[in-house]
């Protein structure tokens, strides 16, 4: 129900668009956020939009850096990631909370689908 799209190999400092395609659905009815998973490390929460939209919610570690974005009409959500480093390295996935929730969890087991991740590697 969501694909993931747009990773790839990037220099330090450059940047990439992540996009994820709700196939079903639509993001303007649910909580949704992206995560990633670094090799040996547990799925962090990245970013995420309140159910509304109206908020979004960003980790400390890529504040600043990363913007997340949607498209209701294309059911599209997006991460432009800037001033990438070497730390970003990881599979990004695209994940939503059950409708009942209204703002994002950090916590990955709170979410119920997932997109089959993209994965972004970034050289030093």
């Known amino acids: 129900q969501l694909q993931a799209s747009g990773g790839g190999l990037v220099q330090a400092g450059g940047s990439l668009r992540l996009s994820c395609a709700a196939t079903?659905?639509?993001?303007?009815?649910?909580?949704v956020s992206w995560f990633r998973q670094a090799p040996g490390k547990e799925r962090e929460f990245v970013s995420g939009?309140?159910?509304?939209?109206?908020?979004?919610y960003y980790s400390d570690s890529v504040k600043g850096r990363f913007t997340i974005s949607r498209d209701n009409a294309k059911n599209t959500l997006y991460l432009q990631m800037n001033s990438l480093q070497p730390e970003d390295t990881a599979i990004y996935y695209c994940?939503?909370?059950?409708?009942?929730?209204?703002?994002?969890?950090?916590?990955?087991?709170?979410?119920?689908?997932w997109g089959q991740g993209t994965k972004v590697t970034v050289s030093s």
């Open positions: 079903r659905g639509t993001f303007s009815s649910v909580v």
């Open positions: 939009f309140s159910k509304d939209g109206a908020t979004t």
């Open positions: 994940a939503t909370r059950p409708q009942r929730y209204f703002v994002p969890s950090y916590f990955y087991t709170d979410y119920r689908i």
